[in-house]
């Protein structure tokens, strides 16, 4: 038996007015559009995990409706979020306060105050750090290397190492990255690697991925329209006119790998050459033939354990069962993207 739970939608926006609610000590429901935003219940009806339009229409009729906050509440898919996010880095910049000082050689742009670097950060000389559009935020034990650029709203988060890059506002770097080449306008979640050059856009970058140098991401059709996106089999508008893909956890592309805009790379997907389509997870692919093979169950978990030791860390049963768990769901994505079982060679 469940007891009082608190449910909130993983796509919900963060937003004040869902705290209202979250305070009251009965039973309430936040639906919006036939879609559960959150809801507080004395006694779950249902489980934790994906909860249906169906389930939201019984959790309203049972317990007192809340209003949900204004605007949009949910994030539609990754192009929101990369839309909002040199929103949500100038919101969460007042978290933060300087406490290092930076080098005479290191050119701040813009208000002083709109700097903070965490004490422990190492901020090398020859760095600019232009914070006219917003804050620029550097977390505790990151590296900043000479002749790097980086222009707010922007944050890089603890012990990821930026290499003389040229990084654009909107941006945000998560832990224990490397970052090298231009990115702009993205979200790199940690432990993933783009130490070398080559541009990326406007784009979500999963955990544990692996961009080889010279990977190069679209972000603007040639026709100069909005961005569409194939989403459960059907096509999306994401009313974006620069918008590059999503790429998904422990997925790598190889050198010179080339990434349409809009298109989706799965989860420990390989890539190499030009994806012009979408990635199924745990496919590779390859641009040159367009062939797609199942990868190997037993050298996916391989591969991200010797990625893991790299940084001196080792997988959990947890993380195994996850893995996986993620590769048995995803393979009506594999059948439906045409990929075939069988051995790279």
Known sequence: ???????????????????????????????????????????????????????????????????????????RGYWDLVESNGLAIAEQARYFEESLQLPRSAEVRGPASNIMVEGSADVEGHVTLDARLGPVIIDR???????????????????????????????????????????????????????????????????WVNLGAGCTFSNLKNTYGYVRLNVDGEKVDSGM???????????????????????????????????????PSFAYFDGGSGRKVELLLESVL??????MERRGLSMTRAEEGLIRKVFQITAGERRKGGVKKGRLR
């Open 241 to 279: 006119l620069k918008l590059g893909p999503v790429i998904g956890d422990m997925a790598k592309l190889s050198i010179g790998s080339l990434v349409y805009a809009g298109r989706s790379v799965g989860t420990g997907a390989h890539v190499s050459g030009l994806a012009g389509e979408d990635v």
């Open 302 to 307: 391989e591969t991200q354990r010797r990625m």
């Open 141 to 207: 034990g990151a590296s900043v290397e000479s002749f790097s650029r980086i222009m707010g709203p922007c944050y890089i988060g603890p012990r990821t190492k930026v290499s003389s890059a040229l990084i654009g506002g909107g941006t945000s770097v998560f832990e224990s990255c490397k970052v090298g080449g231009q990115v702009e306008n993205s979200i790199i979640l940690p432990f993933t690697n783009k130490a070398h050059h080559g541009y990326l856009g406007d784009s979500y970058v999963g955990s």
């Open 1 to 75: 038996m469940y007891g009082p739970t608190f449910f909130i939608n993983a796509r919900a926006r963060p937003a004040q007015g869902l705290l209202i609610p979250a305070s009251f000590s009965e039973q309430f429901a936040v639906v919006s559009k036939g879609e559960l935003v959150a809801a507080r219940l004395d006694t779950a009806p249902v489980k934790p995990g994906v909860i249906t339009r169906k389930d939201a229409a019984k959790l309203v009729k049972r317990v007192k409706r809340a209003d949900p906050p204004s605007g949009e509440p949910l994030f």
